[in-house]
T-cell receptor, first 110, second 112 residues
Framework: QKEVEQDPGPLSVPEGAIVSLNCTYSNSAFQYFMWYRQYSRKGPELLMYTYSSGNKEDGRFTAQVDKSSKYISLFIRDSQPSDSATYLCAMSAGNTPLVFGKGTRLSVIA | DAGVTQSPTHLIKTRGQHVTLRCSPISGHKSVSWYQQVLGQGPQFIFQYYEKEERGRGNFPDRFSARQFPNYSSELNVNALLLGDSALYLC???????????FGQGTRLTVV
């Protein structure tokens, strides 16, 4: 079992839809959770950072962490074609290296 | 403020050659990590440095080495290149007490 599981998609949605992206993990020591957006052939861009369980909202993006279920989510409201990218979840136990999911490729169709 | 900068952006090398990749962290960040990302996969951890000391190493062969300089910039060296080393190499920096990592644009290495 991989430490972090993420459905690679691809996921295709119409413009304006609500997008739900998810990751599960097995290491209960993880406390820091991040979502990155990566455009083709570019470096990952940090979108959301969450510590421990709970929700965090930033504009059209909401990150949720459920440590009891070892499950994290990223919601994108009012999705736009410019949101088309690969979304990577990442997590760590502190100053330890990040462990990434495979990434989910998202296409938002105008 | 400048983000994490990496050089070069693209590189083509022949099998058996050596390569050096460079990274400058965000100003004030003392921690630098290197990751390898092959097509269709998430980044895989290679090295972590903090205050010029190695703090962690991923499951990569000894052909991979790195160092951090007094100005906190870093180099990743790969010897005896293999075709399988073709990937996007990413550098990330973290601030003191910060847990989130900020990535550079990466160096795309192609080994032929």
């Amino acid at each position: 079992q991989k430490e972090v599981e993420q459905d690679p998609g691809p996921l295709s949605v119409p413009e304006g839809a609500i997008v739900s992206l998810n990751c599960t993990y097995s290491n209960s020591a993880f406390q820091y959770f991040m979502w990155y957006r990566q455009y083709s052939r570019k470096g990952p861009e940090l979108l959301m950072y969450t510590y421990s369980s709970g929700n965090k909202e930033d504009g059209r993006f909401t990150a949720q962490v459920d440590k009891s279920s070892k499950y994290i989510s990223l919601f994108i409201r009012d999705s736009q074609p410019s949101d088309s990218a690969t979304y990577l979840c990442a997590m760590s136990a502190g100053n330890t290296p990040l462990v990434f999911g495979k990434g989910t490729r998202l296409s938002v169709i105008a | 403020d400048a983000g994490v900068t990496q050089s070069p952006t693209h590189l083509i090398k022949t099998r058996g050659q050596h390569v050096t990749l460079r990274c400058s962290p965000i100003s004030g960040h003392k921690s630098v990590s290197w990751y390898q990302q092959v097509l269709g996969q998430g980044p895989q951890f290679i090295f972590q440095y903090y205050e010029k000391e190695e703090r962690g190493r991923g499951n990569f062969p000894d052909r991979f080495s790195a160092r951090q300089f007094p100005n906190y910039s870093s180099e990743l060296n790969v010897n005896a290149l293999l075709l399988g080393d073709s990937a996007l190499y990413l550098c990330a920096s973290r601030g003191s007490g910060g847990r989130e990592a900020f990535f550079g644009q990466g160096t795309r290495l192609t080994v032929v």
